[in-house]
């Protein structure tokens, strides 16, 4: 609030205070830390603070020509280790601002030749991960602080080569060939009990061991865990002291997701709860459902497994969807203000989630809200893309789902908190349905016109801050102002192109001026 006032003594205040210049507001982070907003809107005054701030507390990293950056960022991307290498050969200086968490993140990859590159020129094999990454560092969640990069490879984090067990091994051979020394978490995922058995039972509860040992495949281990009493269902901590967030069911959730049968009714046997709330993922008992593997369902519903409402919309669930609906199973409903206070109202959340038209238009039938109840936004919002990109099919259920939904409350919606509207949504969360979905809206009346509050843009100037190419020319193609004189001169459709540099884009708006 104090960059968008454009209030250089209450920023410096805050940075004094330890305010991140970094923090963005969901669900536009990228766009909308406070460094981002000066730096976009021409606050020179406010960038100069934020340097200054960064330069007392020693975080800024030293400076990388940004073609350097470029050349990583891409040869990460190309997923060719070989290429990556290169690049670092020929820009040794990425070491110092790359480094520190790159090797976290490989080790989590198993990307076995950059690791061994960054090894041998200097990278802290023991680094715990306690620190603030700044520039091209990886952002860490809170749960990973104080993690070593074996405790990264013990855990699979950041890949999905936990399968291949002999992949695993290597990466953690190379690591503790260098010297990584053992935790409790990757001795748990490694089956050294050597190290564990040295450890009381108080040191190793909260630290994610019978996670680990079932997702290493060490039964051996995960039972004698078990015997030393350790909470089958492993709560742990996530966040720090003053959130007070916990996760549980973990091991379960790992056992069900990684198909480890043995493991499953082991901790089951043991007391494990299948109904255990995974922070940001569901229960084990969801995550059986979703996977559809009969002999696991079975075993989770006879320990007394279930899916609420939500869970079975997300678990693609249709029968139990139409069961619950018909009031023929307990739905084990929790009204709350996120998902929905009926089982209607949640089942149309988690179906519209998991983009299951059947389950939609099931739940539909019994959401009575009106078209102009604000409810409905957020509820449009569900079957829009996150974070990755939509397959065909699943671009084709997106669509059908979110035109179910739009036909019941418009297109003329607004996020309460910032004012943009489902248009902008649809070019910030693009992943390769951004074009089609808002086609649909267009076609259903959606305006031009309409600015949010934070970036005080139109649908049209949004895309031209996030490159959408395709949509720049929809958009035009359908009457969008190329020029808008309303607008803050840094906030015009042009200035959001030359200040992001999408050369493309300002042809396409220098064409469309002339033709005005």
Known sequence: MAVLRRDLEMTRLLLECGADPDAGIWPKRDATSPRVIANERGYEEIVEAIRAARRKRGALAPQVP????????????????????????????????CAPTLLHQLAGEGSLLLMKWLLDHGADVNRRADFQPDQGATVLAKSQQGWTPLDFAATGHGGDWLFDKQKFERAANLLLENGAQLTPLSAAALGRWDYLEKISKQGLEGKGVLEAAVKGAQIDVLRRLLDL????????????????????????????????????CLLLERGANPNADVYTAGSPAFRAYGGRDAEMIALIERHGGWLDPGSAGYARQTE?????????????????????????????????SALSADIVRMALE????PPDDPRWFWMLWRPVPGHEDYSPQQQAECCECFKLILARCGPHHRASDYGQTMLHETVSRDHGVGVQ????????????????????????????????VEMVKLFLA????????????????????EKMQRREIVELLSSARKRK
């Open 366 to 369: 019994h959401v009575g809200w």
């Open 478 to 497: 359908c009457g969008a102002d190329p020029i808008e004189p309303d607008a803050e001169p840094w906030a015009t459709p042009h200035a959001w192109a």
């Open 66 to 97: 940004a073609e350097a950056m470029h050349k990583a960022e891409e040869a990460r991307r190309s997923g060719s280790e070989k290429a990556a290498v290169a690049v670092f050969e020929e820009h040794p200086e990425l070491i110092e601002v």
């Open 437 to 468: 979905l808002a086609t649909i809206l267009l076609d259903a009346g959606a305006r031009l016109d309409v600015r949010d509050k934070l970036l005080q843009s139109t649908p049209l100037g949004w895309a031209c801050r996030w490159g959408r």
């Open 320 to 352: 139990i969807a139409r069961r619950m609906l018909a009031g023929e199973i307990e739905p084990h409903l929790t009204p709350n203000d996120f998902s929905g206070r009926t089982v209607a109202e949640q089942l149309l959340w988690g179906g519209a």
């Open 229 to 264: 009493g350790l909470d089958p269902d492993e709560p742990t901590q996530v966040g720090n002291l003053a959130d007070q967030t916990w996760s549980a069911g973990g091991p379960l959730f790992q056992a069900v997701v990684l198909n480890r049968m043995q493991m499953a």
